[in-house]
Nanobody
């Protein structure tokens, strides 16, 4: 069974950094796409970043470009989201999502859509105080 477990959330001040982790299991970690999403109270789930293994493609949402970085550790089957220069508006529950199996070419139009993914973690809370 494919499982995703996020960790690393917490309470930080504006301008500080956090690194979220997504531990994956139950698939080969070869043909997949992974995404980070966030959802604030009363708002829709928003695509933050994504990566496709097949074409080594990465995307970032406009609101996090230049501040967030997605990375993959293939040996540990881990996905990370390094978040720098955090702002109060980054406060949300952050989710890791995987589309598996997937082997092809994609782009932000698909990678930013929650419905494109078929596996989700339980989420981790990030709170940024001003």
């Amino acid at each position: 069974e494919l499982q995703l477990v996020e960790s690393g959330g917490g309470l930080v001040r504006a301008g500080e950094s956090l690194r979220l982790s997504c531990a994956t299991s139950g698939f080969t970690f070869d043909d997949y796409a992974v995404g980070w999403f966030r959802q604030a109270p009363g708002k829709e789930r928003e695509g933050v970043s994504g990566y496709t293994k097949s074409d080594d493609n990465t995307y970032y949402g406009d609101s996090v470009k230049g501040r967030f970085t997605i990375s993959i550790d293939n040996t540990k089957k881990m996905v990370y989201l390094q978040m720098n220069s955090l702002k109060p508006e980054d406060t949300a529950v952050y989710y890791c999502a995987v589309k598996y199996p997937f082997w092809g070419i994609s782009g932000p139009r698909h990678m930013s859509r929650p419905s494109w993914y078929n596996y989700w973690g339980q989420g981790t809370q990030v709170t940024v105080s001003s």
